[in-house]
């Protein structure tokens, strides 16, 4: 099991739609055809969802909403890898956001865990944004003094940007888990 978890309204459910499509390249034409966004509401409790990633294997991540936030630790034991998302546009959540990834990377269950932070929400933030909100988060010192193997892509669950390094990620360390 892949669990997916991120403040409210980054993007979380959006993503899981985008990459159910398999059709993310990022490429002019997937970018052109903006208007066939499929549309999501905030999610209560969690969205479960399989997809098709590299090779055909198929997936199942699960989605815990932003506002459900003080239970996502109850989904960290039957976790094999973690994806922890934010909005690149929304500098007001960065502090909160910060202290939830930091809390979610202490938890005993996490030790083991690999991590993936997605920085989404690219096609909306300028190089100076997605810089300043790196350094705050202190993202890349944590990448290479943290115990576990972290992760970091920018992303739009929007256009297709880097979601073919999604795709891979999750192939490369989502394992069968006994009971999700
Ligand atoms: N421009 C842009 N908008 C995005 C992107 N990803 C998501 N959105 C929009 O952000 C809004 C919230 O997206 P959701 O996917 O519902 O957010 P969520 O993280 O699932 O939120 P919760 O379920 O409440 O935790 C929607 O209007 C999406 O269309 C992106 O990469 N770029
Ligand atoms: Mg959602």
Known sequence: MCLLIGPSGVGKTLLLKTLQTG?????????????????????????LVNITVHKKQEVTVR??????????????????????MLDLSNRCQVSAACIQLLTMLIHPCNAATPILVLLNKKDLSSVTTSTEIKWL??????????????????VSAKTGLGLDQVARWIHDNHRKSVQS
């Not at 490429?27 to 903006?34: A, E, G, I, N, Y």
């Not at 989605?63 to 922890?84: C, F, R």
């Open 137 to 154: 988060l202190h993202l890349e010192e944590l990448k290479e003094q943290a115990t576990h193997k972290i992760t970091i892509l920018e």
């Open 23 to 47: 059709n993310y390249s990022g490429s002019k034409s997937f970018t052109d055809s903006l208007e066939d966004v499929p549309s999501t509401i905030p999610t209560t409790g969690t969205n």
């Open 63 to 84: 989605e815990v909403g932003g506002s459900m936030g003080p239970i996502w630790p109850n989904y960290y034991k039957n976790a094999n890898a973690i994806m922890y």
